[in-house]
């Protein structure tokens, strides 16, 4: 039989296994602290505007930067990566091992953005180089003294082989799944014997 305080333990289980999807569903990860690139044409772009920020994941980019003067910056197709950049439905930023970038951002006001002279470096998550648009050149990723650029807020996502090795979100909610699974199976069993 159901005791009156196992209920609410699976609803305490159930919580915080939201609470731990949570961040595997959040999307932009780049550092609030670290966030602006510049272009001498349009201005700063803000590659962490709100909840529909650029994401960066270990083989490409995705999601928005913002600029006051060009609008939104898409980074990728709605149809996910990596991106073959063949046609108007694959087409984005990708991200190699090594943490090179290559591909297109797309903006409706300036058109697209060439990613081929940029890349993250692996051992500290910072953006280095420049993105290139024909109509509004180059796009400073990084300043030369350290006054802006954009870094990862978490070097987690880095492939290189200075990765490192840490308990993912999603590897947290699989274990918090798994106890829950067995948790449902010994309740059962128990139930079972009572018979």
Same mark, same amino acid.
């Given at each position: 039989?159901?005791?009156?305080?196992?209920?609410?333990?699976?609803?305490?289980?159930?919580?915080?296994?939201?609470?731990?999807?949570?961040?595997?569903?959040?999307?932009?990860?780049?550092?609030?602290?670290?966030?602006?690139?510049?272009?001498?044409?349009?201005? +700063?772009?803000?590659?962490?505007?709100?909840?529909?920020?650029?994401?960066?994941?270990?083989?490409?980019?995705?999601?928005?930067?913002?600029?006051?003067?060009?609008?939104?910056?898409?980074?990728?197709?709605?149809?996910?990566? &990596?991106?073959?950049?063949?046609?108007?439905?694959?087409?984005?930023?990708?991200?190699?091992?090594?943490?090179? !970038?290559?591909?297109?951002?797309?903006?409706?006001?300036?058109? +697209?953005?060439?990613?081929?002279?940029?890349?993250?470096? &692996? !051992?500290?998550?910072?953006?280095?180089?420049?993105? +290139?648009?024909?109509?509004?050149?180059?796009?400073?990723?990084?300043?030369?003294?350290?006054?802006?650029?954009?870094?990862?807020?978490?070097?987690?996502?880095?492939?290189?082989?200075?990765?490192?090795?840490?308990?993912?979100?999603?590897?947290?909610?699989?274990?918090?799944? !798994?106890? !829950?699974?067995?948790?449902?199976?010994?309740?059962?069993?128990?139930?079972?014997?009572?018979?």
């Amino acid at each position: 039989m159901l005791s009156p305080h196992k209920p609410a333990f699976l609803i305490l289980l159930g919580l915080l296994l939201l609470q731990t999807l949570q961040p595997v569903l959040a999307n932009p990860n780049i550092d609030p602290a670290n966030r602006f690139v510049w272009s001498e044409i349009v201005g +700063w772009l803000n590659f962490a505007p709100g909840s529909n920020g650029v994401e960066v994941t270990p083989t490409h980019l995705r999601g928005y930067a913002w600029g006051e003067n060009i609008g939104w910056v898409k980074f990728g197709a709605d149809s996910g990566g &990596p991106y073959a950049n063949t046609n108007a439905d694959n087409w984005g930023v990708n991200r190699a091992l090594t943490g090179e !970038l290559s591909g297109f951002a797309w903006s409706e006001n300036v058109g +697209w953005i060439n990613f081929n002279s940029a890349a993250i470096n &692996p !051992l500290n998550g910072e953006f280095e180089g420049f993105g +290139w648009s024909e109509n509004i050149g180059w796009i400073h990723l990084e300043s030369d003294n350290g006054s802006y650029g954009v870094n990862i807020n978490s070097i987690v996502l880095s492939t290189g082989p200075a990765a490192i090795p840490t308990l993912s979100n999603v590897m947290v909610l699989v274990l918090a799944l !798994l106890l !829950l699974a067995m948790l449902l199976f010994h309740h059962s069993k128990r139930e079972e014997k009572t018979f």
